[in-house]
């Protein structure tokens, strides 16, 4: 399987959280960074978070200081712990394994996308 499979989206109230999982293929997640994106109705897909295989992040502004992004190489999955979500953050979110590189912290993409999961923040 070469694209990336996301879980754990869902609703939720402002001010809640959710916890995002994207399971990668070993090959593929050993050499490659892995970053989450998200893409609201109307707008462009932009970079929330990513990971090296060294844990090297990077977050969006937005973002930075409420979400966490994490990984398991036992499970080839990475992980994106969101709190204190509002209703900017609803989109819907992808993750993509690509090549990187350091100082700063760039990622590239793979063509290889996943279907997304939706997350929404409501009252």
């Known amino acids: 399987q070469v694209q990336p499979v996301e879980s754990g989206g869902g609703m939720v109230q402002p001010g809640g959280s959710l916890r995002l999982a994207c399971a990668v293929s070993g090959g593929i997640f050993r050499i490659n960074a892995v970053g989450w994106y998200r893409q609201a109705p109307g707008k462009q897909r932009e970079l929330v978070a990513g990971?090296?295989?060294?844990?090297?992040?990077t977050y969006a502004r937005s973002v930075k200081g409420r979400f966490t992004i994490s990984r398991d190489n036992a499970k080839n999955t990475v992980y994106l712990q969101m709190n204190s979500l509002q209703p900017e953050d609803t989109a819907v979110y992808y993750c993509n394994a690509g090549p990187f590189s350091k100082a700063p912290l760039t990622i590239a993409t793979s063509p290889y996308w996943g279907q997304g999961t939706q997350v929404t923040v409501s009252t």
């Open positions: 990971i090296t295989p060294g844990g090297d992040s």
